[in-house]
Antibody, heavy 123, light 107 residues
C-alpha cells in the first residue's frame, strides 16, 4: 500500500523553528516529485512548496520563501520541510503529497497520494 | 498569481441529485485544472486532473469539463459519501493556486 506519514508538528512560539518529516512507503519514492500543502484551521488549501524527484529543483510559495526549506533523502524515503521564523499565519495542518506522475516536477497530473497531515501550532 | 474562484461556495443537495460546481481562473490556464474532494478531518483526494481525466479509482459519476478560464465539476447522481468540500486547483504555472472550495451538504 502506498502511504505517506507526516510527523514533527507541534506547538512552537512565534519566531521559532520546526522540522516536518514525511515518510513514504509502498512507492518508488526517488522517482516522484513531492509537495507540501497546508490548511489553516477552518480554511482552504494553500500550496507551500515542491521538490523534484532528485532534489535538483525546488519551489516555494511567496508566503514562505526565505523562511522554509524543502529537502528530501531518497535513501531514507523521506521528505522534509524545515520551517523557520514561524508566524501565527503559518499555523495549519501540513500535508505532504506525491506528484501524480514519476519524473520531473510537473503539476499537470495533480497530487495523487496524500499523508494524513501534521498540525503546526504557533502560539 | 492566477486567482481561482468557485461557485457556489456551498450548496445543499439530496442523494440522487445532479450537482454542478463551477471554477473560474483569472487568466487562461488551458486544461491545467485539477479537482479534489476533502471530507472533514481527512486529507484531500484527487478526483480529476487535466480538467477532465478521472483519477484511477474515482467513480464515474464524477466528471470534469472546461478549458481556458471556465471549468465544471459534475456529480451525476449524488451519493451519501459525496458530501464533502470540493476544491479546484490550477497547475498551469507557479504559484499553484487553489479555489476557495465548495461545500456540498445534505438538504
Amino acid at each position: 500500500e502506498v502511504q505517506l506519514v507526516e510527523s514533527g508538528g507541534g506547538l512552537v512560539q512565534p519566531g521559532g523553528s520546526l522540522k516536518l518529516s514525511c515518510a513514504a512507503s509502498g512507492l518508488t519514492f526517488s522517482t516522484y516529485a513531492m509537495h507540501w500543502v497546508r490548511q489553516a484551521p477552518g480554511k482552504g488549501l494553500e500550496y507551500v512548496s515542491a521538490i523534484s524527484y532528485n532534489g535538483g529543483s525546488t519551489y516555494y510559495a511567496n508566503a514562505v520563501k526565505g523562511r522554509f526549506t524543502i529537502s528530501r533523502d531518497n535513501s531514507k524515503n523521506t521528505l522534509y520541510l524545515q520551517m523557520g521564523s514561524l508566524r501565527a499565519e503559518d499555523m495549519a495542518v501540513y500535508y505532504c503529497a506525491r506528484d501524480g506522475r514519476p519524473g520531473d516536477l510537473d503539476y499537470y497530473y495533480g497530487m495523487d497520494v496524500w499523508g494524513q497531515g501534521t498540525t503546526v501550532t504557533v502560539s | 498569481d492566477i486567482q481561482m474562484t468557485q461557485s457556489p461556495s456551498s450548496l445543499s443537495a439530496s442523494v440522487g441529485d445532479r450537482v454542478t460546481i463551477a471554477c473560474r481562473a483569472s487568466q487562461s490556464i488551458g486544461g491545467y485544472l485539477n479537482w479534489y474532494q476533502q471530507k472533514p478531518g481527512e486529507a484531500p483526494k484527487l478526483l480529476i486532473y487535466g480538467a477532465s481525466t478521472l483519477q484511477t479509482g474515482v467513480p464515474s459519476r464524477f466528471s470534469g469539463s472546461g478549458s481556458g478560464t471556465d471549468f465544471t465539476l459534475t456529480i451525476s447522481s449524488l451519493q451519501p459519501e459525496d458530501f464533502a468540500t470540493y476544491y479546484c486547483q490550477q497547475s498551469y504555472n507557479t504559484p499553484v493556486t487553489f479555489g476557495p472550495g465548495t461545500k456540498v451538504d445534505i438538504k
